[in-house]
């Protein structure tokens, strides 16, 4: 007897999310995966179809859904530079809310669930961190984008997935460097860093985000669900948690503040995400901090 697969399509498979949902998926028998990105071509193994894929056309989005026919689209797809987004608004808007509103079409056509990645951005930081239900005001252009996308999708007639998260950490080849590898490369090479002691959040691991998406998605949930980490910190507090963890200097790690980085865009403060629905209802379960830089610096060969 034919085992019956559930098709996900893997939007933005490249990045880190990407590949971290295209390996934990490549390991599961009942799925089907098709995988879709702006580059060539993906940057794991090809062992699945690929489309290259730019979000902000309508067209590309629309051929890659009718050609396979999806029941899942994930859609890990983002402009994220949050300074880039304070400049570059209209590249932010394209990619971000009508890239969104091209794969609502596409889902209604195929009647497909979209599953798609929210931020903390979307609050102000004034008193994090946040419910599910927390009412939104971004300060920053990334920030609006990603509300404006969550609109959309709450108001585009689907079955629809919102996840969000924040800080996301973790190591896959070919991505920009996160937090971590940041702190690692700088205190190795002897060099000071400045840390903000006024940002909080609850960092997220790559690999416990996927497994909250992997459960959202078996258990057939629709809605918003936060996934974010187990410990609410400070950027500087995570950064000596590194550096311990690595066995690196911490005296290299200068306390500074959000006002004296002089960045375009401005930050939520006190961000971060209140995860008790997910752990409630999905038996979401995340690791440790500790636990997950032990398993980072395995990775790395540190």
Not at 134 to 147: A, D, H, L, M, V
């Amino acid at each position: 007897m034919n085992l019956i697969k559930t098709r996900i399509l893997i939007i933005g498979c490249n990045g880190l999310l990407g590949q971290a949902l295209v390996n934990y998926y490549s390991k599961r028998k009942d799925v089907e995966l098709h995988l879709a990105s702006i580059e060539d071509s993906f940057v794991g193994n090809n062992q699945f179809t690929y489309s290259k894929v730019d979000i902000s056309k309508r067209s590309d989005v629309k051929n890659v859904i009718l050609d396979f026919f999806p029941d899942y689209i994930i859609n890990a797809a983002a402009y994220t530079d949050v300074d880039g987004c304070e400049v570059n608004r209209e590249l932010a808007w394209n990619i971000n809310v009508n890239g969104v509103k091209y794969l609502i079409e596409g889902c209604r056509i195929v009647d497909a669930q979209l599953i798609h990645m929210s931020t903390d951005f979307i609050f102000d930081g004034q008193n994090g961190p946040y419910h599910e239900d927390s009412k939104p005001n971004p300060i920053s252009y990334y920030g609006r984008t990603k509300f404006a996308s969550e609109n959309e999708i709450k108001i585009g007639g689907i079955p629809y997935l919102i996840i969000r998260t924040n800080v996301l950490y973790g190591v896959l080849k070919g991505i920009k460097k996160d937090f971590v590898e940041w702190v690692v490369e700088n205190l190795t090479a002897g060099k000071e860093i400045n840390v903000v002691t006024d940002q909080w959040n609850n960092p997220t691991y790559v690999e416990d985000l996927v497994n909250g998406i992997s459960l959202a998605i078996d258990k057939k949930k629709t809605g918003i669900y936060n996934i974010g980490g187990l410990e609410y910190l400070s950027r500087y507090d995570f950064a000596m948690k590194i550096a311990e963890i690595f066995r690196l200097n911490k005296n290299l790690i200068n306390q500074t503040t959000t006002d004296r980085l002089n960045q375009k865009a401005k930050r939520p403060l006190r961000g971060g995400l209140i995860i008790l629905k997910a752990q409630a209802e999905l038996g979401y379960k995340p690791h440790t901090i500790e636990e997950n830089l032990i398993d980072i610096k395995k990775k790395l060969g540190k």
